[in-house]
C-alpha cells in the first residue's frame, strides 16, 4: 500500500501530467469506486481543466476549474496511467478521463479498494474522507500526539497507523520510525512519554523526508510512473529484513504479526523495560539445543525446559482427567505407563497428533505461566517442536540448533537410545518451516566444545 512518501511522489508526477489539461470525455467502468452518482461525476467534470494536484495524508486531490476537487484514495493497489485516446481498456481499469488534447489519465485498480470523489474547494476539507484526516508529522505538536496516544488502548505499531491521530505513516515507515525511536512496537501505546512523542515526530519527518527525496519505497503494489522506481527499500532499516542482523547491534531482528500487520523490530535496541527478552531454542531431536540452553543459562538467562515440563505433568498426572480418559489403558495404577505411550505414538499416527496437542496446550499455558510470574529479564525457552506454535510469538528471537541425521544418530546412540524410535517419535519437527521462523540457524555437526566457541563468536548474549 503506497504510504505518504509514495503518494507525495504520485502527486508530483500526476501534476505534470494533468496540469492545463480539459477534460473532453469520461468512461466510468466500476461504478462502485466513484463516491458519487457516476452521470453528475462525469457531467460536472467535462469541460473542466486541471489546475493542480496536492496530497492531504494518503488522498491526492485534483483541482479543477469551477472550484472542484477531485479526491483520489490508491488504497492496497491503485495506480494511475498515461495513455491515449483509443488505448484498449485493460482489465482493472475504473475510470479513464479523456483530454482535449488526444491523452488520457487511466485510474487502474486490481484489488479495487481506491475511491474517488467530486466535491468543491469550499467544503472538501471538513467532510468525508478529508475531514477524518489527521495532521501529518510536520505539523502535529508533540501534546497532540501524547493525548492522542495515552487514549489508545493496545500496541503503539497499530496507534500509529490510525490516520485520524498522526497521517502518513503506514506500515513501512511505522516500522522504521519504532526502530529509529528504540520503542518496541508491542509497548502499549497509552504508556508513551512525552520525550518519546518528540522522538517520534522527529524521526517520522527525518524519515519521510529522505524518503520523499528517493520517490517512496518500490514494493510489489506501488508504481509511480512507467519506467519510475522509488529508491527507498535501499535506505529501510527495518521493514523487509526480519531476521537480517540488526544494523546497529547485530542482534537479528524480527518479524512478528501485530494487528495482522508484519512487524520487523530489533529485541535488543527496542527491548521493553520491564519485558524480559526471550530466546525460544528449538531442533530435532540430539540436535545440541541443551548445549544451547546451558550456554546461556550460563549467561544469565532463566531456562524453561519444556521436557522438564512435560515429565513433570507425567509425574504429577498434572494434565487432567479428560486426557487420562483419552489415554485408556496406557493409564494405569493412576499413571502414564511411558513404555506403552511410546509404542503406541510410534504404532499410531492420529493417537500421537491428538496426544501431543494436548499435552503441548498444557506444557505452553504452564510456559505462558512461567513467564508472568518470572522475575528474570532474560528467559530462554527450550521446546523442541516450538515451530509452529502458540509459544513462537513470545519469542524475541528464535534459535534453530541443526546437524545432520548421521551425527544425531551417533549421539543418540552414545547416549544409549534408540535411534530408530527416537527418529519416528520426532517426525512431526518440520525443518523447513522452522529454518523460515529462526532468527538464527546454528550448525550444530561439530563438537560441544565447537559448538560453544561458535556461540562465542557471535557475541550476542
Ligand atoms: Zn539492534
Redesign the pocket.
Same mark, same amino acid.
Given at each position: 500500500m503506497p504510504e505518504l512518501p509514495e503518494v507525495e511522489t504520485i502527486k508530483t508526477i500526476l501534476d505534470d501530467i494533468v496540469k492545463n489539461k480539459t477534460i473532453k470525455s469520461i468512461k466510468i467502468l466500476r461504478d462502485k469506486n466513484i463516491l458519487n452518482d457516476p452521470g453528475f461525476f462525469v457531467s460536472s467534470l467535462v469541460g473542466q481543466t486541471f489546475l493542480n494536484v496536492s496530497r492531504i495524508g494518503k488522498f491526492l486531490i485534483f483541482h479543477l476549474t469551477s472550484s472542484l476537487v477531485i479526491i483520489s484514495h490508491l488504497r492496497m493497489e491503485g495506480k494511475y496511467f498515461e495513455g491515449k485516446v483509443g488505448d484498449p481498456v485493460e482489465k482493472h481499469d475504473i475510470c479513464i478521463y479523456e483530454f482535449t488534447d488526444g491523452t488520457t489519465l487511466r485510474y487502474n485498480d486490481v484489488r479495487k479498494f481506491g475511491i474517488i470523489k467530486l466535491s468543491k474547494e469550499d467544503t472538501y476539507l471538513n467532510e468525508p474522507p478529508i475531514d477524518n484526516v489527521g495532521p501529518e508529522p510536520f505539523s502535529i505538536t508533540k501534546e497532540e500526539l501524547y493525548e492522542g496516544l495515552k487514549k489508545k488502548s493496545g500496541p503503539i505499531k497499530e496507534a500509529l497507523l490510525d490516520q485520524s491521530l498522526i497521517a502518513g505513516l503506514g506500515n513501512i515507515y511505522d516500522d522504521e520510525v519504532l526502530f529509529a525511536t528504540k520503542i518496541n512496537p508491542k509497548m502499549e501505546a497509552n504508556k508513551v512519554t512525552l520525550e518519546q512523542c518528540q522522538a517520534i515526530i522527529d524521526e517520522s519527518i527525518r524519515i519521510l523526508n529522505i524518503a520523499i527525496k528517493n520517490g517512496g519505497s518500490t514494493i510489489k503494489s506501488y508504481h509511480p510512473k512507467e519506467g519510475v522506481n522509488g529508491l527507498m527499500q535501499n535506505n529501510l532499516l527495518a521493514y523487509g529484513h526480519g531476521n537480517e542482523p &540488526?544494523s546497529? +547491534?547485530s542482534?537479528p531482528l524480527r518479524k512478528i504479526f501485530i494487528g495482522g500487520r508484519g512487524t520487523v523490530y &530489533?529485541p535488543? +535496541?527496542q527491548k521493553e523495560e520491564g519485558k524480559p527478552l526471550i530466546i525460544g531454542i528449538t531442533g530435532p531431536i540430539a540436535s545440541g539445543k541443551s548445549t544451547i540452553s546451558s550456554y546461556l543459562k550460563d549467561k544469565g538467562y532463566e531456562v524453561i525446559d519444556a521436557d522438564k515440563i512435560v515429565d513433570s505433568i507425567y509425574k504429577n498426572n498434572d494434565f487432567g482427567q479428560d486426557l487420562q480418559v483419552f489415554l485408556g489403558d496406557i493409564y494405569e495404577n493412576n499413571q502414564i505407563n511411558r513404555t506403552k505411550l511410546l509404542d503406541k505414538m510410534i504404532e499410531d499416527a492420529s493417537f500421537k497428533k491428538d496426544f501431543e496437542t494436548r499435552i503441548h496446550n498444557r506444557v505452553f499455558s504452564i510456559i505462558k505461566d512461567k513467564i508472568s510470574k518470572s522475575k528474570s529479564d532474560k528467559i530462554v525457552l527450550d521446546v523442541p517442536l516450538l515451530v509452529p506454535s502458540p509459544i513462537e510469538e513470545l519469542c524475541d528471537l528464535i534459535i534453530m540448533a541443526d546437524a545432520k541425521e548421521e551425527v544425531r544418530k551417533n549421539r543418540l546412540i552414545e547416549r544409549g537410545k534408540d535411534p530408530e524410535k527416537a527418529f519416528k517419535l520426532n517426525k512431526t519437527f518440520q525443518r523447513g518451516k522452522t529454518i523460515a521462523h529462526s532468527g538464527l540457524v546454528i550448525d550444530t555437526n561439530g563438537t560441544k566444545k565447537e559448538l560453544i566457541a561458535k556461540l562465542d563468536s557471535l557475541n550476542l548474549f
Open positions: &540488526c546497529r +547491534c542482534f &530489533c535488543r +535496541c
